[in-house]
């Protein structure tokens, strides 16, 4: 039987590469939504499972079949909802591998080699990044996880300064914490708040500017309010809707004069720091105490994958570090589990090392310029539309658009409606993917840009289906 097995593994791997590559190769023919519905998908995936198993290659043949067409197009070139990026080709081999090679990184006695590769890619980021080089980080699985890891530190360092343990009193009886973000803040943060203690609450939401950043005067009258409590100011690069950032040369010397510690959700955005072009975007940015971002968006790489980084190093590690007697203390190589929520652990590092390695400095620019152009292209091509009204211009990759009911007197609410039949067009049409997000109180379509794969052709095929939708609905 173990021999059967060890024997198959040629055949059932070989087989995943091969059908793994005809759907990547197949992405420009197949519609780019899921197709399948709720109904069919439950008929092929839910089985009775059997007291017998099956031979490995049995299993995936058939699992692939079972998920034919409930698969979204995500590694496609137009797929544009959400913020998602695709995979890189030397990224989604060294994804394999990292399953293949079955390292666990929590230590490094239990992986040299994992534990080497996120020490070399941290200081790689924090350089690309432009982030200070003494900050710590941390390889979690997406950039909800790099909010707890970076909060985690914030929490131990501004509840220290004020005398109290966290690490071993925990939050009962503890000075309150306030967490002071605009109302456009991802949802994230609420649960990283959450999950850490503080509650929603603790959250000070203020209201942007009409360029959708935190106004300067605003934030300090705020933090005057209640000078004195341990405060987090929580800045944005790159807001999920509008890709807007806050000025961070003029808001985080405010936080700083109050004290507060000052997190940065950079979650595609910080990216946008690495090209000349959008450089000016971030200025500043590196003033800040902590940081987070994904390497699974603008970067390319496989799900899943975020980073976190911290200014004091000190904070991040008692937060998260833990001892254990088969645990060996070593202050000179990296053991992963010091500075990570979790213990077993994927091997990350492998991936986006893989991913910074095939593009090089210039291609990481060349990728996110590349992107914005298309994102801006696809927003001005859609305003030469009937009944299309532009809501936001990207400043990077990220636009807004709406679709108008043309009847007279329609109201928001028709071209609501409107909007979301336009989409489920769109997308009905295979050509191309969209979703509705709602901004400033308006249904709108995002048109999202982050995937290496995209070209102008998929630009025209998208710009034809959405012409196609609007005549034809
Ligand atoms: C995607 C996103 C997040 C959440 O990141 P995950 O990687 O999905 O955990 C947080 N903030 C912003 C601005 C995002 O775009």
């Not at 994230?188 to 609450?201: M, P």
């Not at 999202?448 to 609007?470: C, G, I, Q």
Request: charged share 20%.
């Amino acid at each position: 039987m173990v021999e059967d097995r060890v024997h198959s593994i040629d055949a059932t791997l070989s087989l995943a590469a091969a059908r793994a590559t005809q759907f990547l190769n197949g992405l420009d023919e197949r519609p780019v939504g899921a197709t399948a519905d709720v109904a069919k998908l439950r008929t092929r995936l839910n089985r009775p499972l059997k007291d017998k198993g099956l031979p490995a290659e049995t299993v995936v043949d058939g699992l692939i079949d079972a998920v034919e067409n409930g698969l979204q197009g995500m590694p496609s070139g137009r797929f544009f909802a959400w913020v998602i990026g695709g995979a890189l080709p030397s990224a989604l081999a060294a994804d394999w591998l990292t399953s293949a090679w079955g390292q666990n990184a929590a230590l490094y006695a239990c992986s040299p080699a994992a534990s080497i590769v996120e020490d070399v890619v941290g200081t790689w980021l924090k350089d690309l990044l432009r982030l200070p080089l003494e900050a710590s980080f941390a390889f979690v699985t997406g950039c909800q996880m790099a909010h707890v890891t970076c909060l985690a530190a914030a929490r131990n360092a501004l509840l220290k300064s004020r005398g109290w343990n966290v690490e071993e009193r925990g939050l009962y009886g503890a000075p309150s914490i306030r967490v002071v973000s605009s109302d456009r803040k991802h949802a994230s943060i609420e649960k990283a708040v959450r999950l850490l203690g503080f509650g929603t609450q603790s959250l000070s939401l203020l209201s942007p500017d009409g360029t959708e950043t935190l106004e300067p005067q605003a934030l300090e009258e705020t933090l005057k309010r209640c000078a004195g409590m341990p405060t987090i100011v929580l800045l944005q690069a790159g807001d999920i809707n509008t890709g807007a950032f806050d000025s961070f040369s003029s808001l985080i010397p405010i936080a700083k004069r109050y004290d507060a510690w000052v997190h940065v959700d950079g979650a595609f955005g910080l990216w946008a720091g690495v090209s000349p072009k959008y450089r000016h975007l971030t200025y500043g940015v590196e003033a800040a105490d902590s940081w987070t971002t994904d390497g699974h968006k603008w970067l390319n790489v496989p799900f899943d994958c975020g980073y976190a980084f911290v200014r004091d190093a000190k904070a991040h590690r008692s937060a998260l570090s833990v001892s254990a007697p088969y645990i060996a203390a070593n202050d000179e190589l990296r053991d992963e589990i010091d500075w990570n929520p979790e213990w077993s652990r994927r091997a990350r590092g492998f991936a986006t090392y893989a991913a910074l390695m095939e593009l090089g400095r210039n291609g990481v620019t060349d990728l996110i310029e590349r992107t914005c152009r298309f994102a801006a292209q696809i927003v001005h091509g859609l305003e030469t539309l009937p009944g299309v009204e532009v809501l936001w211009r990207p400043i990077i990759n990220q636009g807004l658009v709406r679709f108008l009911d043309a009847r007279s007197g329609a109201t928001d609410a028709d071209h609501d409606r409107r909007t979301e039949e336009i989409i489920r067009a769109v997308v009905a049409s295979g050509e191309a993917f969209f979703a509705a997000t709602t901004w400033r109180g308006k249904r709108a379509m995002r048109v999202s840009v982050l995937n290496w794969r995209t070209t102008e052709n998929d630009v025209r095929r998208t710009l034809a289906a959405a012409a196609n939708a609007l005549k034809s609905t």
